[in-house]
């Protein structure tokens, strides 16, 4: 398979490349620096140089061209402002989403967040990332021409990962690791029987694997 990653500099992202292209798949990862693209090449991943926030939906479609499967792992992270909830965390999926459809990349995975809502009310910046989030899964909700699930992890840890998860619709609130993360993110690129579906992630107690079968099955 040939897969691009949105944000593939990011901690999820770069775990991301690493088990993809262990197992022989193409990965490329989309990132804004120059200086970012030896870390995806210790990653076995392609840089793909390109501002998801300045870019025409036609030069995103373009890094497309050839994709099997589209994961949006970007985002703003946390040193960022409100502005910039909107214009990545929102934006930019959304023009992703909308470059992927062009493109006729029809899998489509989301990194998007435990609590993300369009509705979700306060005035803190955690509150404006989660209204973005919410709005940019809102969108992915709404295409008919994309095969998409939405990953909604519970709290990133740095914790070395034990491959057992609990993968339910809805899981209630619970650490997971970022290595766990990117381990159930592989599972779903491949696994087209998730399509349709949003996915709350926490640690538990079943195997990455089954736990993404399981959610299929359902």
């Known amino acids: 398979m040939r897969i691009v990653i949105a944000g593939g500099h990011g901690q999820i992202a770069l775990r991301l490349e690493r088990l993809l292209s262990a197992r022989g798949d193409e990965v490329a990862g989309i990132i804004r620096r120059p200086e970012q693209g030896d870390d995806l090449r210790e990653a076995g991943a392609e840089p793909v140089l390109c501002d998801l926030e300045s870019a025409s939906v036609e030069e995103v479609a373009a890094h497309l061209q050839g994709a099997d499967a589209a994961v949006f792992a970007a985002g703003a992270g946390p040193g960022s402002g409100a502005a910039r909830k909107d214009t990545v965390d929102r934006d930019a999926a959304v023009l992703f989403a ?100 949003t996915l709350e992630l926490v640690s538990g107690s079943t195997p990455v694997a089954v736990a993404v079968k399981s959610v299929a099955g359902n």
Do not use: C, N
Request: hydrophobic share 40%; charged share 30%; proline share 3%.
């Open 98 to 197: 909308d470059a992927a459809e062009r493109a006729g990349a029809r899998r489509y995975v989301v990194v998007s967040s435990m609590g993300a809502d369009a509705a979700h009310k306060g005035d803190d910046i955690f509150d404006v990332y989660l209204r973005a989030k919410g709005a940019a899964d809102d969108d992915v909700r709404r295409r008919t021409g994309l095969d998409w699930t939405i990953l909604r992890p519970g709290q990133l840890t740095d914790d070395a990962g034990k491959g057992l998860v609990r993968l339910e619709a809805s899981t209630g609130r619970g650490p997971v690791p970022r290595d766990d993360v990117a381990a159930v993110l592989a599972e779903l690129v491949e696994s087209t029987a998730t399509a349709g579906l």
